[in-house]
């Protein structure tokens, strides 16, 4: 592994489903982030850990939950998926000085 | 509170042609500037970066920007646009750890 990577690549999810999007990183960075983009809004933090052990909320949380059990992954769970949580899902790491963040491949997820 | 502006959600020029890719930012302290690229179904990647010192920094494929703290701006130039720079532009600012604020991008689409 060299990065991030995520997983799936993308998946159609029915509404009220619980759904997990995995994301690995092998940089060894303190701080993960997920991201939801959507067309014209850019990208929105929904929660983010600053090193493993503790989470925060970003700036749409609501209805998805994240741990950090150890360094590498950074789990974001939808505890049961609605329409509106249709997007692609990007989890970044950040580790140097300056906080520029790295960033995986991306989820694609639609939910019907 | 930070923020990020980028002005036009798409930009068009010729293959040769200038680009200007702009962006606004607000700060209450100092920032770290930061411009990524996206290409079609892929994570963002970071073209360039400002922490302190020297204003005009150089990034990769050929594209710079300045940083103005007068004008509060960052911009994106490159002298001679390529059908291979046709991309989704981002600028970031970031003033502490955890915090990372996202423009909402701009559609590079260059014209052979």
């Known amino acids: 592994i060299a990065g991030i990577t995520q997983a799936p690549t993308s998946q159609i999810l029915a509404a009220g489903r619980r759904m997990t999007l995995r994301c690995t990183q092998d940089m060894r960075h303190n701080a993960m982030y997920w991201y939801r983009q959507d067309l014209g809004l850019g990208l929105r933090l929904i929660h983010y850990s600053n090193t493993a052990g503790t989470t925060g909320k970003g700036e749409v949380p609501d209805g998805y939950s994240v741990s950090r059990a150890n360094t590498d992954d950074f789990p974001l769970t939808l505890a049961s998926a609605v329409p509106s949580q249709t997007s692609v899902y990007f989890c970044?790491?950040?580790?140097?000085?300056?906080?520029?963040?790295?960033f995986g491949p991306g989820t694609r997820l639609t939910v019907l | 509170a930070q923020s990020v502006t980028q002005l036009g959600s798409h930009v068009s020029v010729s293959e040769g042609a200038l680009v200007l890719l702009r962006c606004n930012y607000s700060?209450?302290?100092?920032?770290?500037l930061f411009w990524y690229v996206q290409y079609p179904n892929q994570g963002l990647q970071l073209l360039l970066k400002?922490?302190?010192?020297?204003?005009l920094v150089k990034g990769i494929n050929g594209f710079e920007a300045e940083f103005k703290k007068s004008e509060t701006s960052f911009h994106l130039t490159k002298p001679s646009a390529h059908m291979s720079d046709a991309a989704e532009y981002f600028c970031a600012v970031s003033v502490n750890f955890n915090k990372f604020y996202f423009g909402s991008g701009t559609k590079l689409n260059v014209k052979p």
């Open positions: 400002y922490t302190t010192g020297a204003t």
């Open positions: 970044a790491s950040s580790g140097g000085s300056y906080n520029e963040q790295f």
């Open positions: 700060s209450s302290v100092p920032p770290y």
